[in-house]
């Protein structure tokens, strides 16, 4: 009697590990970290460059070393977002350089029509501080999401373009270009030329 007991155990045993392998395994799909946003608080540009403007305490703003900077060329880097917000500055003398620049610049947006699935462009207007010029904001999968410049139209002229250190992937870094963007509009609405 012992013995049949002994071997309906194992019996019962062995139905109940069967019962429990389960042979429909997906994997799960990739997670995303959670982004920390910092509160916004903005300084004033503080280098010695023809022009000023406010920009976010978050992010540095670093001189351009790269081996084709200019002197008034810099960089404002969101080291939590692994972002830059690459900025030159230009003077100009004639109407055909102004030309070309703008031109520039509208190629610069364009060339990434490829890739994106709308390019919005919006005029930038301050006249009482003559600062004029485009906003480019480009989305999809596209390696900059903003892009913009600004000018006097008599000699001075200031670009602006967003990039990222990582691989565009436009669905989950979305929030943080439309955090970065209130920077940018900050920067603008605030922006001036000292000459």
């Not at 970290?33 to 608080?41: A, D, G, L």
């Not at 540095?60 to 692994?82: C, G, I, P």
């Not at 892009?147 to 670009?159: A, H």
Request: with cysteine.
């Amino acid at each position: 009697m012992k013995l049949i007991y002994c071997i309906l155990f194992q019996f019962v045993l062995l139905l109940s590990f069967s019962a429990c392998q389960n042979n429909d395994y997906s994997p799960k799909p990739r997670a995303y970290y959670r982004i920390e946003y910092p509160e916004k608080s903005y300084q004033s540009l503080s280098a010695p460059v023809p022009f000023s403007f406010a920009y976010p305490k978050y992010a540095t703003l670093e001189k351009d070393v790269s081996r084709d900077a200019q002197k008034y060329w810099y960089n404002l880097h969101f080291k939590q977002f692994n972002g830059f917000l690459h900025l030159t500055y230009y003077d100009f003398t004639g109407k055909k350089e102004y030309d070309e620049m703008v031109e520039d610049a509208r190629k610069l947006a364009f060339k990434h029509t490829i890739k994106a699935s709308a390019i919005d462009q919006k005029l930038i207007n301050y006249p009482d501080r003559k600062v004029y010029g485009i906003y480019y904001s480009i989305e999809g999968n596209t390696a900059s999401s903003v892009q913009f410049f600004l000018t006097d139209s008599t000699k001075n002229y200031f670009r602006g373009a967003l990039y990222f250190n990582e691989r565009p992937h436009y669905d989950s870094i979305a929030p943080v270009i439309n955090f970065i963007k209130k920077d940018i509009d900050t920067l603008i609405s605030t922006f001036r030329w000292k000459n």
